[in-house]
């Protein structure tokens, strides 16, 4: 059975960076898509960036891109976020997802297993 976790998620200040890992289990790591989204109280789930773990080939929603980085680890099978220069509109509760499904790679109805979430806070 596919397990995701998620770690790597605190407090910052406005211009600071943070690193999320997401490590996955029970997939072959090669032919999933691998997603990080975020939930902020109140909004809906929404799309950061994914990666497809075949060639590593990124995606990111225009509010990520330039800022944050998806970066994989096929030995570990795991997969990063790199966050720089963080926004108070970035915090968020911020989730790990995989799915074998290649249609709306940002959509999270693509993904069928996800993570508990880790916390994201930035302060202004």
């Known amino acids: 059975q596919a397990r995701v976790v998620e770690s790597g998620g605190g407090s910052v200040q406005a211009g600071g960076s943070l690193r999320l890992s997401c490590s996955a289990s029970g997939y072959a790591f090669g032919t999933a898509y691998m997603g990080w989204f975020r939930q902020a109280p109140g909004k809906e789930r929404e799309g950061v960036a994914a990666i497809y773990t075949a060639d590593g080939s990124p995606f990111y929603a225009g509010s990520a891109r330039g800022r944050f980085t998806i970066s994989q680890d096929s030995a570990k099978k795991t997969v990063y976020l790199q966050m720089n220069s963080l926004k108070p509109e970035d915090t968020a509760m911020y989730y790990c997802?995989?799915?074998?499904?290649?249609?709306?790679?940002?959509?999270?109805?693509?993904?069928?297993?996800w993570g508990q979430g880790t916390q994201v806070t930035v302060s202004s």
């Open positions: 997802a995989a799915g074998l499904g290649d249609s709306g790679v940002l959509n999270p109805e693509m993904y069928t297993d």
